[in-house]
């Protein structure tokens, strides 16, 4: 009795995440957010581009968008590792300086990367962000540098990552910024990381040190633990919601919906400050 009692307080607490305030959760509870801005399947509005923000400011969507530091340092918003998928080229973004990525175009159009501080004073607080930072080799200093721009900007944002360590130097560094632990199935990693470390990942046991605010998992079944983590006052995120899928579930078992193709509601209800799922 005594291991089994052990054994269930060890997994609490592995798993166990950090409730927000009322005040942290309501800019976000109900709403719908625009992956990597309001960009188009054609690609003629590239995604983490000036005019997929452009558009989704208009639209009055929330947007989530991909942080990586450059070779020089300088904090620039992409999601891949390469540039080979967006850009057409197989170089590492970290591995070249701002100016060197000025020279490459998203997806064939006019538009560029662009700098964090640019989508910042684009944003200027119209609608509330969802931050992404991208493990990389300079894990540390992308903190380090988001976190100062941060503390600048008066809108409503909030960070995640994928990495815990990068979720859980948050916690220590900047308490006070509503933090989420993004994950997913642990198949999803099988090209990208250990065994162990994905199963461990993709069912929570790393929030004793990230606790977490929110969890972002991608929409799906979700293993048990997510399941307890999330009944134990987690706020809840999904990833990536498309036209294809049963829309109304998502919202009535989420608390945030990040969307992609399709043009929902701002926001959507029950609220989760007042009826947590």
């Not at 709403?31 to 054609?42: F, P, Q, Y």
């Not at 990586?68 to 300088?74: A, M, N, S």
Request: charged fraction near 20%; glycine fraction near 6%.
């Amino acid at each position: 009795m005594f291991c089994i009692l052990a054994f269930i307080f060890i997994y609490l607490y592995l798993i166990f995440p950090a409730p927000a305030s009322k005040q942290k959760k309501e800019p976000f509870c109900g709403k719908n957010i625009a992956h990597r801005g309001l960009h188009s399947k054609d690609n003629k509005i590239p995604e983490n581009s000036l005019s997929a923000f452009s558009k989704a400011i208009e639209a009055g969507y929330g947007i989530e968008l991909d942080l990586q530091l450059t070779k020089d340092g300088k904090i620039v918003v992409f999601h891949d590792t390469t540039l080979e998928r967006v850009c057409g080229a197989k170089e590492r973004l970290e591995d070249l300086t701002y100016q060197e990525l000025l020279s490459y175009s998203l997806f064939h159009t006019e538009e560029k990367i662009p700098l964090f501080s640019e989508v910042l004073s684009l944003v200027n607080g119209k609608v509330p962000l969802v931050i992404e930072l991208k493990n990389g080799k300079k894990n540390t200093a992308l903190c380090t540098q988001v976190l100062l721009l941060l503390r600048s900007y008066s809108g409503i944002y909030c960070i995640e990552s994928f990495h815990p360590l990068i979720v859980g130097w948050f916690r220590k560094y900047a308490p006070n910024i509503l933090r989420g632990q993004l994950s997913a199935p642990a198949h999803e990693f099988s090209n990208v990381m250990p065994f162990l470390y994905r199963f461990g990942l993709s069912r929570l046991l790393s929030n004793f040190y990230a606790r977490p605010n929110f969890i972002a998992y991608r929409k799906g079944k979700k293993p048990w633990s997510v399941r307890i983590c999330l009944s134990l006052g987690a706020l809840r995120f999904v990833w990536t919601a498309h036209p294809e899928d049963n829309l109304k579930q998502l919202t009535q078992d989420n608390d945030v919906v990040i969307f992609e193709f399709y043009q929902p509601n701002v926001s959507f209800s029950p609220h989760c400050v007042t009826n947590h799922h």
